[in-house]
């Protein structure tokens, strides 16, 4: 009997934690979320020492009173779910847990509790709370295109490298020590910074010749922040096309059976056993691992 309470307990503890989809864990995200964003507003306001010497002791209660209910939260989390370790080894678990040490570890080493600010990668809890989920895979296609013009991009960066290295070593001849180019390296971190038009201003030609040289640099570099742009929206564009082109091909195939309601909509019900999300609507088994979603007996 006491075996089936604490089941039933830790299987309704769970429903509140890990599933965004029912009024109990939504009101429980929401709430961490303001938590959450308290901490980080608590951290900034530390870091002003005006606002610190006044309320020093208010600021300091408030984060560990925050502290000890992220601790609070995070135990909770490990208690209920099957695999503890695979929860502490997630992504989610590794960033709860660097949001809680830093406090604890100012007590020891002096400074380190700036590092509360981690908390704010916690704010990527949004996604199972407002279900953008679904928005992902447009994130997903971004991400391939980059990485399939990878080769593109590094031969175009070694060329900016090398364009930058003979520039900033022309300005050095032709500039010198006497308008601020006083050795290579720094002529080339000169040419960088006006390639990529950000214009520091710490160091400019002088000569008509350096800011004629100057002039031309700048004009390349609108053409060299294009490029990278456009070989990722080429290649962004041409798997746009090519999964435009399958779903033609598979429109033409005879029309299948329509799914069944459970196969349309999916919810954020976490799996206890592999943290799995995004399970169909009344599903009973997880799809990953086959464990039930229920705890129970």
Not at 116 to 141: C, P, T, Y
Not at 148 to 175: C, N, P, W
Not at 218 to 245: C, F, H, Q, W
């Amino acid at each position: 009997m006491h075996k089936k309470s604490y089941k039933n307990w830790q299987s309704k503890l769970h429903e509140v934690i890990y599933e965004a989809d029912t009024p109990a864990g939504k009101l429980f995200d929401v709430v961490l979320l303001f938590a959450i964003l308290a901490s980080i507003v608590l951290v900034m306001l530390e870091s002003v020492k005006s606002i610190d010497a006044k309320y020093h002791m208010f600021l300091d209660i408030s984060e560990w009173v925050i502290t000890i209910l992220f601790t609070i939260e995070y135990i909770l989390r490990i208690i209920t779910v099957k695999k503890p370790l695979k929860y502490i080894t997630s992504f989610y678990g590794i960033i709860d847990l660097l949001s809680t040490i830093p406090k604890y570890l100012s007590l020891i080493f002096a400074g380190t509790h700036a590092l509360v600010a981690l908390r704010a990668l916690r704010l990527l809890r949004v996604f199972r709370i407002l279900k953008l989920a679904r928005f992902l895979g447009a994130s997903n296609h971004l991400a391939g295109a980059i990485k399939a013009s990878r080769a593109k991009i590094s031969v175009f960066l070694f060329a900016v490298i090398i364009a930058a290295t003979i520039f900033g070593t022309i300005m050095y001849l032709v500039e010198g020590e006497a308008s601020g180019f006083s050795n290579i390296p720094k002529s080339i971190y000169w040419c960088i910074v006006t390639l990529t038009t950000v214009g520091f201003g710490d160091i400019a030609p002088v000569t008509p010749l350096g800011q004629f040289i100057a002039s031309i640099i700048m004009v390349l570099g609108y053409g060299i922040i294009a490029v990278p742009t456009g070989i990722v929206s080429a290649e962004y564009t041409r798997k746009a096309n090519s999964e435009d082109n399958e779903k033609k091909k598979d429109s033409e195939l005879p029309p299948a059976a329509p799914p069944h309601p459970i196969d349309v909509h999916v919810n954020s019900q976490s799996c206890p056993n592999c943290m799995a999300h995004n399970h169909k609507d009344n599903a009973e088994f997880c799809y990953k691992c086959g464990h039930s979603l229920h705890l129970k007996n």
